[in-house]
């Protein structure tokens, strides 16, 4: 197995024989990671292999046994991270909502009580909207969800992550159904992010796009397979599988 | 017939001023929490809990206390139902809940009709606010009060679990506690619509406005009120209309709402066509 040691960084988030649930099922088993900040990590693997578990689990939303340490503090299950965002698929939301783009990255302000309520309306605003910026989408903030390109909606679902300053940004699968001019705006986001010291982690089924932009892959069969520099990790892809083949569901 | 004796004789009587007040009560609140209800998916919920809520409302008002306390009781009395049936008895939700809101209500209708309350059964379904009380609105007007506060107070986070409620979750937002206010809000509803326009009709009065604001993709932070300015107009005419061809004022209130949803479908083909072919004569 390949793997990746993290050198003369501390690292900002570390998982110890780190075995994910979906109910009593095992999505995936034992994983040993450690993360340091501004990695640009993608997950691979095929459908079934764990990914979107996994983020899951780091984002506090899937059960996992064994140790989570954010920040050097142990997390426990089904208790969310303030420091950790998280962008779901964008096909599991509901985009037939009459709301505006602003009113999307408002609600990432939803889960901090010290800032619901009208009285904090025009403070949340500006964290919104700043966020907006920060995604170069100022101009979709009064755009309803209905006329937002996919590329436009995937930056707007950043930015209601960006909205409470996460250190490490989870994606699941941001490309999907993206072409090429879109996908590349939202690299480049991630890039930036990333470089300003963000850790990024991403589910992504673009292999070409993972060997061309991330710094470190992680490759996925229900367990880890390999973990490295992507044009190291990619080709086992395909010398694993037969691994692959039974997972594949 | 002048507008002077269309518009303002029939509220020369004071029933006539009542059922107005408590009409404009239900018209405001039931489009709010409506609106919440469609954009999370719990029509059919809303439809039920109104049908459900008829023994509580029955045995509160028997033993002479509270409807609302009457009609929380049963709302909480169905969701455990619904729970039991959901996990212990595998059967789908929208089976559960026609299941439990059906035996809930026959419950009532059978409770009512041994009853010797001077309200009818009919009173229940189709609402008679010309018989409400200035102690009715009084009650009612501080129910609403409280849910419209509700409402507000729970904006942020209802509003993040209607949109991705797993994206909610994961920035500590308790879904299950903001569905938990959005139907015991809900059930509130349920007993304004009782004083006004009856169980049978009170999901008209929640849910059309709220279809009309989508109907002309009225972003959420208008339509909400646009919503309920719709509502209390539906109250209002349908008030007018019933004393006027002395219908009841539950039906005229629903048909209201309802000619009102059909006027802006209309409005909006009309309008979507008439963009089209403008357009293809640009082209």
Redesign the interface.
């Known amino acids: 197995m390949i793997s990746l040691e993290i050198v003369g960084q501390q690292p900002i988030l570390e998982l110890s024989n780190y075995s994910v649930y979906r109910g009593k099922f095992c999505a995936v088993n034992e994983l040993n990671l450690k993360f340091a900040p501004g990695e640009l990590v993608a997950l691979s693997g095929r459908n079934g292999a764990g990914k979107s578990s996994l983020l899951l689990a780091i984002a506090g939303l899937a059960s996992f046994k064994g140790s989570m340490r954010f920040k050097e503090s142990e997390c426990h299950h089904g208790h969310h991270q303030p420091g950790i965002g998280y962008v779901p698929q964008r096909a599991n939301l509901r985009w037939d909502l009459p709301l505006r783009a602003i009113d999307v990255v408002l609600t990432g302000t939803s889960g901090d009580h010290h800032l619901t309520g009208y009285k904090n309306r025009s403070r949340r605003e500006k964290l919104a909207w700043d966020a907006l910026e920060s995604v170069d989408a100022l101009d979709l903030g009064n755009r309803l969800l209905s006329t937002l390109s996919g590329g436009q909606a995937q930056r707007v679902l950043i930015a209601r992550s960006l909205v409470s300053k996460p250190e490490v940004l989870l994606l699941d699968e941001p490309l999907s159904g993206l072409d090429e001019p879109s996908g590349q705006r939202v690299l480049d986001l991630l890039k930036k992010r990333s470089q300003e010291g963000t850790l990024v982690i991403a589910a992504m089924h673009e292999l070409d796009v993972v060997q061309g932009h991330f710094s470190r892959a992680i490759l996925l069969a229900g367990g880890l397979l390999a973990d490295g520099r992507p044009e190291k990790v990619i080709p086992t892809l395909y010398t694993n599988i037969d691994q692959l083949e039974k997972i594949d569901l | 017939m002048s507008l002077y004796s269309f518009f303002i004789e029939p509220f020369a009587y004071e029933f006539m001023r009542n059922a107005l007040f408590i009409s404009i009560l239900a018209g405001t609140v039931a489009p709010l929490t409506g609106y919440w209800a469609l954009?999370r998916r719990m029509v059919y919920l809303t439809d039920a809990m109104s049908h459900s809520v008829l023994p509580g409302v029955i045995i509160a008002s028997m033993l002479g206390i509270s409807i609302l306390s009457g009609a929380l009781v049963t709302a909480l009395v169905l969701a455990i139902l619904v729970s039991a049936m959901v996990r212990k008895g595998n059967s789908s939700e929208d089976g559960a809940v026609g299941v439990a809101s059906q035996s809930l209500f026959a419950l009532g209708v059978v409770l009512a009709s041994r009853s010797t309350d001077s309200k009818s059964l009919s009173h229940y379904l189709f609402g008679n606010p010309l018989s409400a009380t200035y102690s009715d609105i009084f009650q009612l007007g501080l129910t609403a009060l409280l849910i419209i506060s509700l409402m507000?107070?729970a904006h942020?986070?209802l509003?993040?679990v209607?949109?991705?409620p797993?994206?909610?979750?994961?920035?500590?937002?308790k879904v299950g506690r903001a569905d938990a206010i959005l139907i015991l809000a809900l059930a509130g509803t349920t007993v304004i619509g009782l004083g006004s326009v009856g169980v049978l009709m009170t999901i008209s009065l929640s849910v059309g406005p709220a279809v009309i604001?989508?109907i002309f993709?009225?972003?959420?932070?208008r339509?909400r009120f646009i919503a309920m300015g719709i509502g209390i107009f539906s109250s209002s005419v349908g008030v007018l209309f019933s004393y006027h061809l002395a219908i009841p004022v539950g039906p005229a209130v629903a048909l209201t709402c309802s000619i009102m949803i059909a006027i802006s479908f209309i409005v909006r083909s009309a309008s979507s066509r008439s963009t089209n072919s403008r357009l293809q004569v640009s082209v």
Not at chain 2, 166 to 173: T, W
Not at chain 2, 217 to 221: E, L, N, P, R, Y
């Open positions: 954009s507000l107070w942020p986070r509003l993040a209607a949109f991705d797993e994206h909610a979750s994961a920035i500590g937002v604001t989508r993709s009225i972003d959420i932070s339509a």
